[in-house]
């Protein structure tokens, strides 16, 4: 792809050249794959103890709000930590944000190691506390390394394919420690099962920092498309230009009502997933092991949601439409799912579960693109962190809400509360203005050149 002048460059802007000349570099997949994975390891290790409460109550004789907090504290430290990686990701680039998150990540699964044995809870949460540091500079990339090394018809695409690296992650979170971990009262297996999960994890992480510190570059030497280089000729390493986009973003009236949207429907997920193990022990007692495989069946259907959205949008660029139809599919989803549970059958509560992550799901790369779309010259990885920063706080609240009312009421009346907040989030979806920024001066260089 180009668009260039004879000699590919193509007047000034506040002292900078313009870049006109655009290429796709075949690096970018690469970069691509790379991000997937750093993105994988880091969400595995979310949900690997929350998905298996029953047995960790049982080992380290703590309580489930001590299992669960192995959870929250994921979205806990990334509400602090979220403006300065920001930053850094805005000054440092690709390269420093991944191989910083990578690291991080590493460091974390190997205190884990440490924490096989029955008294030694404490360095479980330090080891967790430290890979859910590290995913705050993980979380806002997909978008960032998309816009920074793809092409305007492929944008989505990418995005997609990167948000589903951390769906895969939780994808094996949910699956591998059921599978890992026996279900029994002798604590000697639980620990030889604990000590497989934790190597595996630390001796995976370990190599996929190597690759990212080896082979991961910050940018292509060209812009992948012309919006991108318009964002490169007016970016600015300046503290004070980065304080200033925040507050452009603050008064943005179609991303504020995005935040709150956004934060309703991916709240309401780790909500789900945070308590998945204890509710579904609550109608099928001997089916830990199905706990595991729902979850793994929300997050699979809304990998594929995820990539069949980012298709859809790389298509018809019909953002706001596809971001309101993926909505309401979710709350769909909700309602049947709240539904189900109590049916008796767990083939039924199987295909409820694909419903529901379908859009639920599929909705996270939906939210990013319109993002991008609505908040555009701002970087990409300024509205996906203020995004995630906003899920996080409604994670936290969500989850402690559906905890209590599930163990109040019971859990349909939990479900309805979360299907509550959805009816919520999709009348202020309708309400976001279709303002495709981004896509408008793409269209609008094109005509120049």
Not at 209 to 223: A, D, G, N, Q
Not at 370 to 379: C, G, H, N, R
Request: aromatic share 12%.
């Amino acid at each position: 792809m180009s668009g260039t002048t004879d000699n590919g460059v193509a007047g000034t802007h506040n002292v900078q050249p313009t870049i006109t000349e655009c290429k796709l570099y075949k690096r970018r997949w690469l970069m691509l794959v790379l991000f997937v994975l750093c993105s994988m390891i880091n969400a595995v290790q979310w949900i690997q103890y929350s998905i298996i409460s029953n047995v960790v109550i049982r080992f380290y004789n703590v309580s489930s709000f001590a299992v669960d907090f192995t959870s929250i504290v994921y979205m806990i430290t990334y509400i602090p930590l979220i403006f300065p990686a920001s930053w850094i990701l805005e000054k440092k680039g690709l390269r420093v944000a991944m191989v910083a998150g990578s690291c991080g990540t590493m460091i974390g699964a190997w205190f884990k190691v440490a924490s096989s044995s029955p008294d030694r809870f404490y360095m479980t949460m330090l080891g967790q506390t430290i890979a859910a540091s590290s995913q705050v500079f993980i979380l806002n990339l997909p978008a960032r390394l998309a816009a920074v090394w793809f092409g305007p018809s492929e944008v989505s695409t990418a995005c997609s394919i990167g948000v589903f690296g951390n769906q895969f992650g939780v994808a094996l979170g949910f699956l591998l420690p059921p599978l890992l971990v026996q279900d029994t009262g002798d604590l000697y297996a639980i620990s030889a099962g604990l000590s497989r999960m934790f190597y595996a994890t630390a001796i995976s992480s370990t190599l996929v920092f190597i690759l990212i510190y080896y082979f991961v570059k910050p940018s292509p030497p060209l812009p992948p498309s012309l919006a991108q280089a318009n964002q490169r000729s007016t970016s600015s390493n300046d503290p004070k230009n980065f304080v200033k986009s925040l507050w452009r973003l603050v008064y943005n009236y179609g991303f504020l009502l995005l935040l709150l949207s956004y934060g309703m429907n991916v709240g309401s997920f780790y909500a789900i997933s945070t308590l998945l193990n204890q509710i579904i022990l609550e109608h099928f007692p001997d089916n830990a092991v199905d706990a595991g495989r729902i979850g793994l069946t929300i997050v699979l259907a809304g990998m594929v949601g995820s990539v069949v959205c980012g298709f859809i949008l790389d298509r018809t660029h019909l953002f706001k439409e596809t971001t309101l139809v993926v909505y309401g599919c979710s709350l769909v989803g909700m309602v049947v799912y709240a539904f189900t549970l109590s049916c008796g059958h767990i083939l039924v509560v199987y295909l409820s579960a694909i419903l529901l992550g379908f859009f639920m799901n599929g909705y996270l790369a939906v939210g990013y693109e319109l993002a991008a779309e609505l908040t555009y010259p701002e970087s990409e990885g300024t509205s996906s962190g203020m995004l995630n920063a906003v899920v996080q706080v409604f994670g936290i609240v969500f989850t402690l809400i559906y905890g209590c009312i599930n163990n109040a009421a019971g859990d349909k009346k939990a479900n309805l509360f979360l299907a509550g907040t959805l009816v919520l989030g999709t009348f202020l979806t309708a309400m976001i203005p279709s303002d495709l920024r981004r896509q408008a001066a793409q269209e609008k260089k094109s005509l120049v050149n």
